[in-house]
DNA sequence: CTTAGCACTCATGCGGCGAGAGTGCTAAAG
DNA sequence: CTTTAGCACTCTCGCCGCATGAGTGCTAAG
């Protein structure tokens, strides 16, 4: 990238632009920023530094008679730059914890509340994406039969969340064999997540082609089919949709207000866009189109994922316009983030009390 | 109610309007109508017609100069006239039947594809509440340890919803006593449902102060703590929200449909309202201020119960603009209704075949 | 009772206009 | 060479007035 570096007070120029913006959402002119900037330069110095700003692609004009807005490389300037998170107020520090806290101990119950408080605290759009089961340790399996060839399988991970899906079996299997079948494999498997115990399985229903005991046979049989890959978690935990609908950028634009409606709603498909989006890990910023996914343009996402275990369980984040207070809100996602992850090691925790 | 029986010509003419407004969304105007109307009576005519209807609640004129559009009870009367159920075509209810059977044994699957089916046969929002956990009938209980005192209560109905809570116990239990436990409950309390099995487990409590088998002891603790009462099943299933501002209703009404995208988003609120909307059995339909909640002012609701061996289990149903097809909605509701009513027999049916 | 005719009302859309904000350029000052 | 003052220019926005057209209510005739 040509980044010519710009010099210091260009930066600061640019920040301060950003930032008016950000905090009043009009088009900030050369006179605004005069009278904000301590240096006390005037006018028509700041409109030679926006001019060079616009050219260099930081700030962009609507029209010729109006003030400048940041593009999206004029955010990504601000974000990399005021990073230094101004921090939580210790009210709002103890206002996260206590809520997350008393928030009863079910995971699910958890993300929800998380994802209340990020909606809350920032005014976005909220989202908790859930632990991904594939990657879950198995806490325990039970069978519960439903009719001759369908068993409803319940799996329990070692964070207590629960999943469960029917069956259908290639042959049929008694109640008797379903409940031997589900000690085998809670004896066998506790403690693996769910692919590990997959490819385990897999593994050993090849070697013992000839299986002499039926009561390992049909736990196989019955292992696989509760491992399957496609044990769907598409579990979001989305919060504060509705929110968007006051924020001037979409009330005046319905068909954008719609268009990211409609995605925030299929569930599936947003997980996916999230997925692609945070493949990395820790704090995550993205700035509008530097997703290259059509639906978010002009939207922003800060994420940060949580832990247990030093194990990635899943992302939380807010979502909205591009215009957003960037400084707060990392801030704010940050300290949930962890805060969730302290939350979920303290309840979950105590792996192998059992 | 002073309904001085409107004469047979009044009546058309009313349901004319409501028909041509409906189907285009702008006030009918008297020559509009006349054009339409087959009995060629003269728009002079027609406008003392809609002024007497206007007279009597059921018309209203936005401005002097505007043509008319239905009240509240306007649509109610065409409503009640003309739902004759104009029915579906065979096409569409074998695509309803299809897309039920083929979306797998689990209930909470087939609940949310109903309400897909919904929401893209209607181009509406469409509701699905789950079966009141309360009401359902046991078909398993289980616990998992978590830590001495936090126990993991998994319940399973008869119909294969699972429901998991985390309970804090007042003492500690040994995983030997859970599983006990387990066992007894299952044995005594398998057939009824949660509240009969609530005040059974307390009867018994107070019968059997003096408890000496500690393992009945430990079952009717672990139980009472399972089936409590603030078991939540805050479950509604919800799809199209995002196309309601597709609807001119809205789209040129932000506050409104900014209020309303609230209201569905606190679903134990919305919950609330329907239950309280749809308190009678079989189909409802509800037009904007019928129901006495200020959130619903504009929107109609079209519901209808699902039932599972004579109990109801929940309701389905859309909600839009009062200006919807009522005639054809009507049919896809009370329709999927049914279906879904016999799918969930066929696929949970059977019920003591264990 | 129905209908034609007519005056009246009112929302809507369009063009023009002035105000205001902000820019870019130029020339002078530091 | 950089900064600044001055000035002309551009463009949006809100407002006003006007013409238009849809639709009504009333009246009088069929």
């Known amino acids: 990238m040509n980044r010519p570096d710009l010099d210091p007070r260009t930066q600061d120029i640019l920040r301060q632009t950003v930032h008016t913006f ?18 006390g330069l005037s006018p028509a110095t700041i409109r030679n530094i926006m001019s060079d700003l616009e050219e260099q692609g930081y700030l962009f004009q609507p029209h010729t008679s109006a003030g400048r807005v940041p593009t999206d490389k004029g955010y990504r300037f601000y974000v990399s730059t005021v990073m230094d998170g101004s921090g939580l107020s210790f009210a709002e520090r103890q206002m996260i914890a206590g809520s997350l806290k008393q928030s009863g101990g079910d995971v699910e119950g958890l993300l929800q509340e998380t994802s209340h408080l990020l909606a809350s605290m920032t005014d976005m759009v909220s989202f908790v994406t859930g632990p991904n089961i594939q990657q879950s340790t198995l806490k325990r399996i039970d069978f519960v039969k439903l009719s001759p060839r369908r068993v409803l399988v319940v799996l329990v991970s070692e964070t207590a969340q629960v999943v469960n899906r029917v069956v259908e079996l290639p042959e049929d299997f008694s109640g008797d064999e379903l409940e031997r079948s589900a000690r085998y494999l809670n004896a066998e498997f506790q403690g693996f997540t769910l692919s590990e115990a997959r490819e385990i399985l897999l593994l050993r229903l090849r070697e013992e082609r000839a299986l002499y005991d039926r009561v390992v046979k049909s736990a196989l049989t019955l292992g696989q089919a509760a491992f399957a890959e496609n044990t769907t978690s ?53 700035i509008g189109s530097e997703a290259r996914v059509p639906d978010l343009e002009g939207i922003s996402l800060i994420a940060a994922s949580y832990r247990f275990m030093d194990r990635e369980l899943g992302s939380v984040g807010i979502m909205g316009p591009t215009r957003m207070e960037y400084a707060k809100f990392i801030s704010v996602v940050d300290y949930i983030a962890r805060s969730l992850s302290d939350t979920i090691s303290q309840t979950a925790g105590r792996p192998l009390d059992v």
Request: hydrophobic share 40%.
């Open 22 to 39: 950000i905090a009043f959402g009009d088009p900030v002119g050369s006179r605004t920023l005069a009278k904000l900037n301590a240096q």
């Open 234 to 286: 598409s579990d979001v935990y989305l919060e504060g949709t509705s929110r968007m609908l006051k924020k001037p950028e979409f009330s005046s634009n319905i068909q954008r207000a719609q268009q990211l409606f409609a995605t925030l709603e299929e569930k599936n498909r947003l997980l996916n866009i999230l997925n692609a989006c945070l493949e990395g890990s820790g704090l995550q910023i993205i």
